[in-house]
């Protein structure tokens, strides 16, 4: 399967607690955004890297969350001191390039209790 | 305002009926735009990308006006199958999606 992979596919952790998401993109894919998405709601825009670079951070998220792309291959996605709002599911998406069409992980889906 | 605006619907309809969604983005400056097809708890599917001379695949058009920044999905001879959640999105460099539209084909 060479779509974009996500892992985990769920999670459950109580509040407080930290967690680590990771995406692997499509080969070859220089673009990898991560979004989040709750009920009723389109996907919201978190961050967004091109290659290793990070290049805009959502002024909507905390200092809780951060994000990486070592080597620009696979990212992760990092939420300190989980609170029961982070409750959502997490969705990673890769592009080819700067304005083409992208395409998405089968998402995170995280429960904070 | 939000950047990229859409009817929430639900938008109910009998099959083969032709139903037809809008969208409007703030940012003139978009470079790209694109329709996505979401089904219940899944990710978002890539429908079909929007040109300024507007493009059909099969049952689906859609139509892109820059000057009055509005996007349009067309779709005709509804199927049970196409009800889903449609998502109207642009690119400003990172992609902005809309809240999507909600459509039911009933039998």
């Known amino acids: 399967d060479t779509g974009v992979s996500q892992d985990p596919r769920h999670k459950i952790t109580k509040r407080g607690q930290n967690v680590t998401f990771r995406c692997d993109p499509i080969s070859e894919h220089n673009r990898l955004y991560w979004y989040r998405q709750t009920l009723g709601q389109g996907p919201e825009f978190l961050t967004y890297f091109q290659n290793e670079a990070q290049l805009e951070k959502s002024r909507l998220l905390s200092d809780r969350f951060s994000a990486e792309r070592p080597k620009g291959s696979f990212s992760t996605l990092e939420i300190q001191r989980t609170e029961q709002g982070d409750s959502a599911m997490y969705l990673c998406?890769?592009?080819?390039?700067?304005?083409?069409?992208?395409?998405f992980g089968q998402g995170t889906r995280l429960t904070v209790v | 305002r939000k950047e990229v605006e859409q009817d929430p619907g639900p938008f109910n309809v009998p099959e083969g009926a032709t139903v037809a969604f809008n969208c409007t983005y703030s940012n003139s400056a978009s470079q790209s735009f694109f329709w996505y097809r979401q089904d219940c708890r899944k990710e978002p599917k890539l429908l079909m990308s929007v040109y300024s001379s507007g493009n059909e695949d099969g049952r689906f058009t859609a139509q892109l006006n820059r000057a009055s920044q509005y996007i349009s999905l067309l779709i005709r001879d509804s199927k049970l199958s196409d009800s889903a959640t449609y998502l109207c999105v642009v690119n400003t460099d990172k992609l902005i999606f809309g809240t999507g539209t909600r459509l039911q084909v009933f039998p």
């Open positions: 998406a890769s592009s080819f390039r700067k304005n083409t069409e992208a395409f």
